[in-house]
C-alpha cells in the first residue's frame, strides 16, 4: 500500500516538474529558432495538460489497483488471522502438555532422588556396622591373644561369682 502510494505521488511530483521543465525546453526550442516565442504559451499549455492526463490516468490505475488488492487481500487477511489463531491455540496446547511433562519429569527426578538417598542412608548404616563389627572382634582377637579376658569372659566370671555368692549365703 505504501509503495502505491509512492507511485502516486511521484506522478504528481512528475507532474510538477514537468512545467519547470517545459519552460526551459520551449526556451531551448526558442533559443534553437525551432518554436516561435509566442507559441511557446501555448506549447507549455499543452504539455501540462498532457501531464495531467497522464497523472489523472496514472491515479486511476493507482486507484483501481489499490481496490483490487483491497478486494483480494480481504480474503488472505481472514485466513492469516484464522491461522494467528489456530497457531496460538496450538502453542497453548503445547505449553500445557509440556508443562504437565516437566511436573511429571520434575516429580519422577524427586522421587528418584529420595530413593537414592534413602539406598545411600541404608549403605551407609550397613558399612558402618560392618566397620564396627570388624574393629570389635579384631580387638576381641588381641585381647585374645594377649590372654586378657573379654568383656563376654568378664560377664561369665560375674554371672558365676554371683552363683557362687549365692550358694554361700544361702548355706550360712
Partial sequence: MAKLKDAYLTGLGIAALTYEKAEKITK?????GELAKEKQQMFIHDLMRKA???SSEIEKVIKEKVEYLKEKGEP???KQDKIIKDLAV???TTGGIAEIKIKEAVREIIKKGKDAAEKQQKMFKELKERVTKSDEEKVEEMLKKLD???KK???KIKKKLDEL????ASSS
Fill in 148 to 150: 586378657i579376658p573379654t
Fill in 76 to 78: 488472505l487477511k481472514e
Fill in 90 to 92: 496450538k502453542a497453548k
Fill in 52 to 54: 495531467k492526463k497522464n
Fill in 28 to 32: 531551448d526550442l526558442i533559443q534553437k
Fill in 153 to 155: 569372659d568378664v560377664d
Fill in 165 to 168: 555368692t549365692k550358694k554361700i
